[in-house]
């Protein structure tokens, strides 16, 4: 069943702009992951936060979550037309040991030069 | 880091036939793997989880006979579209992890399936 929604649906900004996505889940989770897709390509993980951390980095990526209201938002820094693609959150109930993860229907980011 | 080689990238094949696709751990052992469904402009829907040694376990509303699972060795499982007709085309897609805390999971690149 869908968990993560995520939101805009798409987005469309310049170069050197910052993007912003965010994502709302319905239960309980062990922690919240990134991904992105290039399209007609496969997932590549981006980053992940687990549910007792607020915010996390990754070079030009910023995830915050807040389990109190049940989101999580990413942020690209000074974009670039590589980071075009479609960015998807993704719930983890069980941390990995028996579980599977639960997919948004994504947010398709372009990136004009 | 973690590999998951999946192939076929592409496939297309006649109504009635089966189409079996691959998805190999290349650096790491997985006792689990997951198999996944796209649609177009969707997201992904898991289809089955994958656990070498027994049984697959199959999300409600999938076909077990339908997409047959075998997962014989701890890097390899494959998934079998077993009379395949045109509304199965999809992209279909593996992952499996080594530790999911620290990596997160790795996916294959995917397999387009086509059937005409």
């Known amino acids: 069943s869908q968990q993560g929604e995520e939101d805009p649906q798409a987005l469309s900004i310049q170069e050197g702009e910052n993007a912003t996505m965010n994502c709302s889940y319905k239960t309980s989770i062990n922690n919240l992951q990134w991904y992105r897709q290039n399209s007609g390509r496969g997932l590549v993980h981006l980053i992940l936060?687990?549910?007792?951390?607020r915010e996390k980095h990754s070079g030009r990526l910023r995830v915050t979550l807040d389990t109190s209201k049940k989101s999580s938002s990413l942020l690209i820094t000074a974009s670039r037309a590589a980071d075009t693609a479609s960015y998807f959150c993704?719930?983890?109930?069980?941390?990995?040991?028996?579980?599977?993860?639960?997919f948004g229907k994504g947010t398709k980011l372009s990136v004009k030069p | 880091g973690a590999v998951v080689s999946q192939h076929p990238s592409r496939v297309i094949c006649k109504s009635g036939t089966s189409v079996k696709i691959e998805c190999r751990s290349l650096d790491f052992q997985a006792t689990t793997m997951f198999w996944y469904r796209q649609f177009p402009k969707k997201s992904l829907m898991l289809m089955a989880t994958?656990?070498?040694?027994?049984?697959?376990?199959?999300e409600q509303g999938v076909e077990k006979d339908k997409f047959l699972i075998n997962h014989a060795s701890l890097t390899l499982s494959t998934l079998t579209v077993t009379s395949a007709h045109p509304e199965d085309s999809s992209f279909y897609i593996c992952s499996a992890s080594r530790q999911v805390l620290l990596y997160g999971y790795t996916f294959g690149s995917g397999t387009r399936l086509t059937v005409v």
């Open positions: 936060i687990r549910s007792n951390e």
């Open positions: 994958s656990n070498e040694g027994s049984k697959a376990t199959y």
């Open positions: 993704a719930t983890d109930n069980y941390g990995g040991s028996q579980g599977n993860l639960i």
